[in-house]
């Protein structure tokens, strides 16, 4: 069964750093380009980050760039989401998300992690 | 920057009737990259639609979407109890963007 497992959420505070991780099982992970995505409670979904296959070419919200890294282990099945200069607002239930091999949808969640930035 | 409008923003209906979701794109999106998602209260959004009128599957065909250019709709035949929930539509450009939502509540 196909999986994606989100971890590495929790308190920090304002200009701190923190690092999800996002592990996947049940696919060749390697074939797959990989995105994040995060939500705050009650509000909508806001796409943050996508990296390609071999980490070669990534991508970012505005909002998130240039303290926001992306990253993969193809060896570890496993994305990660480097969060440096946090914010308030980056407060939000962070998603990796894995879109379909024609890169057209988003065919795969995990579960989540909460991010919280409060002094 | 493809902005995505839904509309309307809550829509309350009793199970049984017909729902009418609408997403209207800023520019023209392809159809091919145009997605429903599902989503319940802590939970991670669930693939509805995709390429605009594709049940994901599982889904049950109660659901259907539809629409071309700038304007997509996502019906929902006959509103089971499990089906009062958030919903996403989204394009899957080289940013993708999702609309704000629309909540489907109980009347």
């Known amino acids: 069964e196909v999986h994606l497992v989100e971890s590495g959420g929790g308190l920090v505070q304002p200009g701190g750093s923190l690092r999800l991780s996002c592990a996947a099982s049940g696919f060749t992970f390697s074939s797959y380009w990989m995105h994040w995505v995060r939500q705050v409670p009650g509000k909508g979904l806001v796409w943050v980050s996508r990296i390609n296959t071999d980490g070669s070419s990534t991508s970012y919200a505005d909002s998130v760039k240039g303290r926001f890294t992306i990253s993969r282990d193809n060896a570890k099945n496993t994305v990660y989401l480097q969060m440096n200069s946090v914010r308030v607002d980056d407060t939000a239930v962070y998603y990796c998300?894995?879109?379909?091999?024609?890169?057209?949808?988003?065919?795969?969640w995990g579960r989540g992690t909460q991010v919280t930035v409060s002094s | 920057e493809i902005v995505l409008t839904q509309s309307p923003g809550t829509l309350s209906l009793s199970p049984g009737e017909r729902a009418t979701l609408s997403c209207r794109a800023g520019?023209?999106?392809?159809?091919?990259?145009l997605t429903w998602y599902q989503q319940k209260p802590g939970q991670a959004p669930r693939l509805l639609i995709y390429?605009?009128?594709n049940r994901a599957t599982g889904i049950p065909d109660r659901f259907s979407g539809s629409g071309s250019g700038t304007d997509f709709t996502l019906t929902i035949s006959r509103l089971e109890p499990e089906d009062f929930a958030v919903y996403y539509c989204?394009?899957?450009?080289?940013?993708?963007?999702f609309g704000q939502g629309t909540r489907l509540e109980i009347k």
């Open positions: 520019q023209s999106v392809t159809s091919v990259y």
């Open positions: 989204q394009q899957y450009g080289t940013s993708p963007h």
């Open positions: 998300a894995r879109p379909s091999i024609t890169r057209a949808y988003f065919e795969l």
């Open positions: 390429g605009a009128s």
